[in-house]
């Protein structure tokens, strides 16, 4: 993807003249965090300025772009005025620069990235190497965190309650539904991730070059055809399983076992 190139000017702006983005994705701010800032602009101003664009209704005012923790906090802070770069940005430049910024957040929870990396990908503008690289992460870290999206909402519950760590969360996101609430059962918040990780794939995975069948047998289970060209194993995205990488394991149960009885 080639960078974009934008008009853009500086100005201090009236803080009431900047009005909140609706399509900001980041929803929710640390109230103690703001205070500490705003605490920090008192004594310090501004040191960079947030992103606007010229908003068509009403007149006079700017849509914020990129700064809206800045901005509450100099509201705090009890600011009339704020720096801003002002960009000519269309609706669709405005929607990836805040989903980056988001992404690159330190405090961003690990569920609200997969959610952002995902619709950054299902908008068809970045590979997962072209995402990476412009977040600089890796693109395990890029796929590992868009299939946490798979969780199933109980799952997604006990992560945000931290009642299910991060490892616990990127393996569990990697079952079948049945599997996942089969898993979530367990009392696994004092279990390492380590030993997580060997139960699971115990339980649930199946090592296809142990397979009791012909893995090329596309009419064992036809509508998910021969083993190598199927998504659902492990090797079809090794970046999702580097755990696996030295072999290859199927993830869905249910077709495997299926396989084994269609081979008598």
């Known amino acids: 993807m080639t960078e974009k190139k934008f008009k853009e000017s500086f100005k201090i702006l009236p803080v009431e003249d900047i009005i909140p983005s609706r399509t900001n994705p980041r929803k929710e701010f640390n109230q103690l965090k703001l205070n500490e800032l705003a605490e920090s602009i008192k004594s310090n101003g501004v040191i960079q300025p947030v992103i ?34 002002i960009k000519d940005l269309t609706d669709e430049q405005v929607w990836e620069i805040q989903i980056i910024e988001n992404l690159q957040r330190v405090d961003i929870h690990p569920l609200h990235e ?76 004092n279990t390492s991730v380590e030993e997580l990780e060997n139960t699971v794939k115990q339980r649930f995975l199946s090592r296809i070059a142990d397979a009791p069948f012909n893995p090329e047998d596309q009419g064992l289970a036809p509508e998910m055809g021969k083993c190598s060209a199927c998504y659902m194993r492990s090797g079809f995205d090794p970046s999702l399983f580097p755990e696996l990488k030295e072999d290859d394991y199927c993830t869905f149960r249910k077709c495997y076992d299926e396989k084994i009885i269609g081979s008598y």
Do not use: C, M
């Not at 005012?61 to 801003?84: F, H, N, Q, T």
């Not at 009642?163 to 367990?186: C, M, P, R, T």
């Open 52 to 85: 606007v664009r010229k908003n068509g209704e009403p007149k006079n005012k700017y849509e914020l772009v990129s700064g809206e923790r800045r901005l509450k906090a100099s509201r705090l802070a009890g600011l009339e005025e704020i720096p801003a770069i």
């Open 114 to 189: 997969a959610e952002g990396f995902k619709r950054v990908i299902d908008s068809g503008k970045y590979t997962k190497e072209l995402l990476a690289a412009k977040v600089g992460k890796s693109r395990s870290y890029i796929s590992q965190r868009i299939k946490l999206n798979d969780l199933t909402v109980e799952a997604k519950n006990k992560f945000y309650e931290g009642k299910i760590l991060l490892g616990h969360a990127l393996i569990i996101a990697k079952l079948q539904e049945k599997d996942q609430k089969e898993v979530l059962s367990w009392r696994i918040t």
